[in-house]
């Protein structure tokens, strides 16, 4: 029976597996420490009396105090995990090019699967909380989101016809993950509430096991994958394929002139700032949320977090709107920028529940240079070194992705103390940079709208040297 071409519906379970449990895991962590800490239960009140009860009685050193170490056993969790998921996410993603997309989709599943088994055996069986830095170390040896995004956006890119239908796929993949992230963010406060920790980790090992079978019995493969004998999966045959991933990420880089590299290079490093200003000033609003003055519940949180996925929502239909007049790309790259950094100023003084809600209207567009960008380098590369391109992009996305929180953790954990709302000044500052890079396209006259033979390789020739280089290498 033919498969289907649509990776959609397992970004969608996947997005949902994950936000389930991705908002519940600061949460558990800070309760967890909480009682080793303390010594004392969790104490379940609403905002106002839970804070007005820690100023009476010396609550607000014990926050401070759990707040450090759970920023901390992130910054651990982070850093251990961070190298092998690099190595495998560009491994996993160049090698998509010649194995197949669905290996790059598979493998992080599987990873998250054995994730969110681990932290739901130290849930029940109160093991020690540090486990989870294990986990996050077996996790990363399958992948990581990244992986898993790399994969999408590389199918995507493969099914697509043309430019303007790649930028909408690549948004829409974006607005799917915020729908039903938001979803599902929504859900956790209540989950947690009637059914504690364990029940939403199930619920989303189910999703995740869901998402399995319909990739392997519904999604079709986008690439054919060269016949291979299987007596001669040898050593040597081994090394060639590692060989030739490495080749094609060197090739998307080394295969044009100075201009083609300068931009793209341009293009790559506006999108990793981004990613580390984006991911670590965003990693920290739920503990910024349970800390003194706002003293989230679950369910509030609940409430914030499916709030703050709708960017995803509202960025995609941000990118349609300015697409429908003609508003070059790197404008709608600034203006996300610049909601981004509006957003994080309001956070960084938000004092109040009211003021932490409105404070995610501006960031409603923030999401929209992400697909632009990858939609802008995506257009240098032939087809047959999408993969190669999405395992840059990924490997730096999630290796960007892991350092910024890192940073930010260890930042958030120092400077928490004297003024929690430090990390997300420090945060829209940053943003200053990958804007100053794409105002240096602007003023390089760079045309994305069309591929200009002067700066894009012609897709024939790419092709063309990639297989006589290919051969090279055999």
């Known amino acids: 029976m033919k498969g289907v071409y649509l990776v959609e ?15 519940l895991m600061q949460q558990f962590i800070y309760r967890r420490l909480w009682e080793d800490l303390t010594n004392t239960t969790y104490p379940e009140f609403d905002n106002v009396s839970r804070c007005a009860k820690n100023s009476s009685n010396n609550g607000s050193s014990y926050h401070e105090e759990v707040q450090k170490q759970a920023s901390l056993l992130s910054l651990y969790s982070e850093l251990f995990s961070a190298i092998p998921s690099f190595i495998v996410t560009i491994l996993l993603v160049a090698y998509s090019d010649r194995g197949g997309r669905k290996i790059a989709i598979v493998m992080p599943v599987i990873g998250t699967l054995l994730y969110i088994t681990g932290v739901l ?7 020690n909380i540090y486990l989870i830095i294990g986990c996050s170390v077996v996790s990363s040896l399958f992948g990581g989101f990244g992986t898993f995004l790399g994969g999408c956006f590389a199918y995507v890119a493969d099914i697509s016809e043309n430019d303007h239908q790649k930028t909408l796929r690549l948004a829409g993949v974006d607005m799917i993950l915020g729908v039903l992230a938001g979803v599902a963010s929504l859900s956790t406060g209540y989950f947690l509430k009637a059914a504690g920790f364990n029940w939403p980790f199930v619920t989303s090992l189910g999703g995740l096991i869901l998402l399995l079978l319909y990739v392997f019995f519904a999604l079709e493969e986008t690439v054919q994958k060269v016949p291979r004998d299987a007596s001669v999966l040898d050593s040597s045959s081994q090394d060639l394929a590692i060989k030739q991933m490495c080749y094609g990420i060197y090739h998307v880089f080394a295969g044009a002139d100075a201009k083609f590299k300068t931009i793209l290079v341009l293009l790559l490093v506006a999108f990793i700032t981004f990613t580390f200003t984006n991911f670590g000033g965003s990693s920290l609003i739920t503990l910024y949320e349970l ?28 990118v349609m709107a300015f697409s429908y007049c003609k508003v070059t790309q790197t404008i709608i790259v600034l203006v996300g920028f610049l909601s981004f950094m509006s957003g994080m100023i309001m956070v960084s003084f ?11 209207i501006p960031m409603c567009l923030c999401a929209m240079p992400f697909p632009i960008l990858r939609s802008m380098m995506s257009k240098f590369v032939s087809k047959a ?15 960007t992705s892991t350092v910024s929180m890192a940073i930010f953790n260890s930042i958030y954990a120092a400077t928490v103390a004297w003024d929690s709302g430090f990390v997300f000044v420090l945060s829209a500052g940053l943003c200053i940079i990958p804007s100053i890079l794409i105002g240096v396209l602007i003023v390089m006259r760079v045309d994305f709208s ?15 040297d990639h297989n006589d280089d ?4 055999n």
């Open 9 to 23: 519906p397992a970004v969608g379970l996947y997005a949902f597996s994950c936000f389930l449990i991705f908002p």
């Open 121 to 127: 055996s130290i849930s029940y069986f109160q093991l």
């Open 291 to 318: 800390n003194e003055p706002l003293c989230w519940t679950e369910i509030t949180i609940g409430y914030g977090s499916a709030l703050g996925t709708t960017v995803l929502l509202t960025s995609f239909l941000g």
């Open 350 to 360: 938000a004092k109040t529940t009211t003021m932490m809600f409105i404070a995610r």
């Open 385 to 399: 070194e999408q993969g190669a391109l999405f395992a840059c992009i990924s490997c730096s996305e999630s290796l």
């Open 450 to 464: 069309t591929k200009d033979k002067q700066v894009l390789i012609s897709e024939q020739g790419l092709i063309q």
């Open 470 to 473: 290919a051969g090279v290498i």
